[in-house]
């Protein structure tokens, strides 16, 4: 399972940006959807993660500025990124988890990463 990820760049502080985040496959069933990020010299953490329910949970960073969102139909998610502050500034992933219908396996895919930058 492919995720292709876009939306980064260099904001303001202040600013906002939105990531998109689309699966590619057929019969994908995705449980859990959601966005890593990763500066350099520390590990991936999560950032924000949505159930194929609805359910989300955020790091508590984030809480009150960032939103996930998806459509289970498209398989697609997206993060809607408001008040951006430079701790802000990494490369976020995409991850999804799921079950691969046509190859009757489980899935855990990243995406390629986009980085965002936010200046202060």
């Known amino acids: 399972v492919q995720l292709q990820a876009s939306g980064g760049g260099l904001v303001q502080a202040g600013g906002s940006l939105r990531l998109s985040c689309a699966a590619s496959?057929?019969?994908?069933?995705?449980?859990?959807i959601g966005w890593y990020r990763q500066t350099p010299g520390k590990q991936r953490d999560l950032v924000a993660v949505?159930?194929?329910?609805?359910?989300?949970t955020y790091a508590d960073s984030v809480k009150g500025r960032f939103t996930i969102s998806r459509d289970n139909v498209k398989n697609t998610a997206n993060l809607q990124m408001n008040s951006l502050k430079p701790e802000d500034t990494a490369v976020y992933y995409c991850?999804?988890?799921?079950?691969?219908?046509?190859?009757?396996?489980?899935?855990?895919?990243w995406g390629q990463g986009t980085l965002v930058t936010v200046s202060s």
């Open positions: 991850n999804a988890v799921g079950d691969d219908g046509l190859r009757r396996r489980p899935f855990n895919s």
């Open positions: 496959g057929s019969m994908l069933s995705i449980n859990i």
């Open positions: 949505i159930s194929r329910g609805g359910s989300t």
